[in-house]
């Protein structure tokens, strides 16, 4: 199993069946559209350039409409819905509906009158929000001046005298008092700056208290109020509890709409694939009676795609499948298809980059080693039993996402060599339980555990050479592959062979043997991989250079420590956490000593498994991709609908 062969078909079809094609292909939802109006096609396909775009449904804006009517409902009831549980949510999942079945509740409900209904509310909160806005500016006015006893209807009714109420700066308040000692100064209030000052005085005085406090900066307090300050607060703060008791009853309301919503999410749903179905018009062109439509599409789903065209337009239409070009390698959309197993680890090629259409899949062959290197990152029985329980039970009695299905199938697999590897270590949870098998100490086989590591390294590195060897011989290019990968598979094993000689005494032969093999491999890497070069000297230095590459399979072999790194940190850690709550004293042992342990692994868990994911990806894409795998395929998007509320089910 590997990558999907692929077929590219033209649909040509009357122009008035272009809207019935659009639909059923969109509810097929195993083909990908090719924007034929892309001026590189154009280009590329000279008989394109003669022909009509194809318009948009006239009644693309009603939709785009009606589906903007919806997201807005649903933005803003969803905020007042009380929150489903997660776990209620993720037993039940999804509503599965068929597209036929989504299509009819819609046109057959009257979600326009819950959009109405909603709207008036959300008017309502609004109108209710500016009003308790517009009370608290009034507060936050009047605040400075809520222990003035007077209404500021007295004040304004005063004849025989004037008045002045305003803000000075606090610097200013010593000079106001001695330079208006015959007028009364009253301070109402301070703040950090500034000081609320009331002044009364005769008004034969008016014109010389106006002067200084135009030389101190005063500002006027101007207001329409009438009443006393304090009256003003305080029925501005009753008015605004009983605003906000209205908007109570109102958000309580919208807690009630769930038919409401459930009707809404389906119009989103609804709409949305509407929409995408009219802009689908865009990837085509036409004459002026035919429509010219082509993608791409699994060869094993061509039949499906020729059985409905025949059911839809009968003999009214040509449909033609054509092989994969050598041009088109670059822009065939990669679609994957491995077993459960494997399929569970395709996010990780995903995320580094899909393999280009004459490329190999590289997720069956990263898998036993991911599996392998995650296992020795854990390195804990008790933590990889959390982990498949954990899992175990998510996939069994929750609804889930595909893309959240596969993420609990991939820790659900590497569960089991994380037990396993935990098992050798006779680690559970660290050193809580102690398991009878110990087949490695992590305190004394130290230098094991290295050797263990580096030799899985070794051979992850020998393997991703013997892939790209593979590569080069399935495409034809057997001396390149001898040059660029075979003659560096010799040269490393020749030095590993020479080394163990040394190392192990092995018998002489077998260290002369290595030693020429060791030479025959470095001589064609010399001769041969700097084969681009112009000259012959170029050629032999830019052969020594790659030559020099040997230093880079060094550092690559060391990076394989990290998994014994991962793995005793990890376990240290477990064990460090032990140690802490065994030597909390008498009862609060048992009080916090369970919730500690709880907490403590859980943080430990987490952490372990964040360093193992991103390390083992990271041998992945470093040091073994780089030896065999370029990359760069765009994966498969089919023309489907949208599913953000509802699953579509297949009919």
Not at 223 to 247: G, R, S
Not at 342 to 355: D, K, L, N, R
Request: hydrophobic share 45%.
């Amino acid at each position: 199993m590997a990558i999907v062969k692929m077929k590219k078909f033209t649909l040509l079809a009357f122009e008035s069946d272009r809207k019935k094609i659009i639909r059923e292909l969109h509810k097929l939802s195993n083909v990908q559209l090719i924007n034929l109006q892309d001026e590189k096609i154009i280009e590329k396909n000279k008989e394109f350039k003669d022909l009509l775009t194809c318009d948009i449904d006239s009644e693309y804006a009603k939709y785009q409409e009606a589906l903007s009517k919806a997201k807005s409902a649903l933005e803003f009831l969803n905020v007042y819905m009380p929150k489903k549980p997660m776990i209620k949510a993720l037993r039940e999942g999804k509503l599965e509906l068929t597209l036929d079945e989504l299509e009819s509740k819609v046109e057959n409900s009257n979600w326009i009158g819950s959009y109405s209904k909603i709207k008036r509310q959300e008017d309502k909160i609004l109108e209710i929000d500016a009003e308790i806005k517009k009370l608290k500016n009034e507060i936050e006015t009047l605040t400075p001046w809520e222990s003035l006893d007077v209404s500021f209807q007295e004040i304004k009714e005063l004849k025989k005298v004037s008045c002045f109420i305003g803000t000075i700066h606090k610097n200013y308040e010593e000079n106001l008092i001695n330079d208006l000692q015959a007028s009364y100064v009253e301070v109402v209030s301070r703040n950090q700056n500034d000081v609320n000052v009331l002044i009364i005085t005769d008004n034969e005085k008016k014109e010389k208290t106006l002067e200084v406090l135009r030389t101190i900066g005063f500002s006027e307090f101007k207001t329409e109020y009438n009443d006393v300050p304090m009256k003003l607060i305080l029925d501005a703060k009753h008015q605004i509890e009983e605003l906000q008791a209205k908007k109570f009853f109102v958000k309580e309301e919208l807690a009630s709409y769930e038919e409401d919503q459930k009707i809404l999410q389906l119009a989103y749903d609804y709409y949305t694939n509407k929409v995408e179905r009219a802009l689908a018009s865009n990837n085509f062109l036409r004459t002026k009676n035919v429509s010219t439509i082509q993608g791409w599409i699994a060869d094993e789903d061509k039949d499906e795609l020729k059985k409905v065209c025949d059911e839809l337009l009968k003999e009214n239409y040509y449909l033609e499948f054509e092989e994969v070009k050598e041009d088109e390698i670059d822009y065939v959309p990669i679609k994957l298809k491995n077993g459960e197993l494997v399929q569970a680890f395709e996010s990780v090629t995903g995320m580094y980059s899909y393999p280009k259409y004459n490329e190999i899949d590289p997720t069956p062959l990263l898998t036993p080693f991911y599996l392998i290197f995650f296992g020795l990152m854990i390195a804990d029985a008790g933590y990889g039993l959390l982990m498949l329980i954990g899992t175990a039970i998510a996939l069994k009695f929750f609804k889930l996402e595909d893309s959240m299905k596969d993420f609990m199938k991939f820790f659900f697999y590497l569960s089991f060599p994380t037990i396993f590897v935990g098992a050798i270590y006779g680690s559970f949870f660290g050193d809580f339980i102690v398991l009878p098998t110990k087949i490695i100490d992590t305190n004394n086989d130290i230098m094991t555990i290295i050797i263990l590591s580096l030799t899985l390294g070794v051979i992850q590195i020998l393997c991703g050479l013997g892939i790209k060897a593979y590569s080069l011989i399935r495409m034809g290019l057997i001396k390149e592959a001898f040059y660029d990968a075979i003659s560096w598979i010799v040269t490393l094993v020749s030095i590993g062979g020479v080394a163990g000689a040394k190392l192990l005494n092995w018998p002489n032969f077998l260290g002369t043997f290595f030693m020429i093999t060791m030479f025959a491999g470095m001589v064609t890497i010399i001769l041969t991989n700097g084969r681009d070069a112009k000259t012959k000297p170029g050629q032999i230095a830019s052969g020594a250079y790659a030559l020099y590459g040997i230093s880079g399979y060094v550092g690559d072999l060391v990076s394989y420590t990290r998994l014994m790194a991962l793995g005793l940190s990890g376990g240290s850690i477990a064990g460090a956490f032990n140690l802490l709550i065994n030597t909390m004293p008498g009862i609060a042992g048992l009080l916090f000593g369970p919730l500690l342990f709880v907490l403590m692994h859980i943080f430990n868990l987490a952490l372990s498994l964040l360093g193992a994911y991103v390390h083992t990806a990271r041998l992945q894409y470093v040091e073994y991709f780089g030896k065999f795998y370029e990359g760069g395929g765009k994966p498969f998007k089919a023309f489907k609908s949208s599913e953000k509320y509802v699953k579509i089910r297949r009919n």
